[in-house]
């Protein structure tokens, strides 16, 4: 008997809500929403895995959208429509965007393990 015979366990399917994230962030930013909100919305009975996976996606979405408009909105209120509003307004979008991938790089690695992602543990 192959060692790998006794190892068979049903996959989570905790991937799939985690590559819709990214592929929210990186290439289809509103189709991408679409389907993750729709996994979410329909992982009432699914695995816990993919149920905490598809609602820290929809949390982390949300939350990214936030703060990256709240803080390029407070940005032009304080300085107005100037070269230093754009200067703020690229480089806190490029860090934010950034993070919330690197958030989507290590959800991804936990989903891949089936563990539970790291952060929104209160949501969940």
Request: net charge positive.
């Amino acid at each position: 008997m192959p060692y790998s015979a006794s190892q068979k366990s049903e996959a989570p399917g905790a991937v799939a809500p985690v590559a819709w994230y990214l592929l929210n962030l990186l290439a289809l930013p509103v189709i991408g929403f679409i389907v993750l909100l729709s996994i979410a919305m329909k992982s009432g009975e699914d695995n816990p895995v993919r149920r905490a996976h598809s609602k820290a996606g929809v949390y982390m979405s949300i939350l990214g959208a936030l703060l990256i408009s709240s803080g390029v909105g407070i940005s032009w209120l304080m300085h107005g429509n100037t070269g230093s509003f754009w200067t703020f307004a690229i480089v806190w979008a490029i860090v934010m965007h950034t993070s919330f991938v690197l958030w989507g790089m290590i959800a991804l690695a936990q989903a891949i393990g089936d563990k539970p992602p790291y952060f929104p543990k209160k949501l969940m």
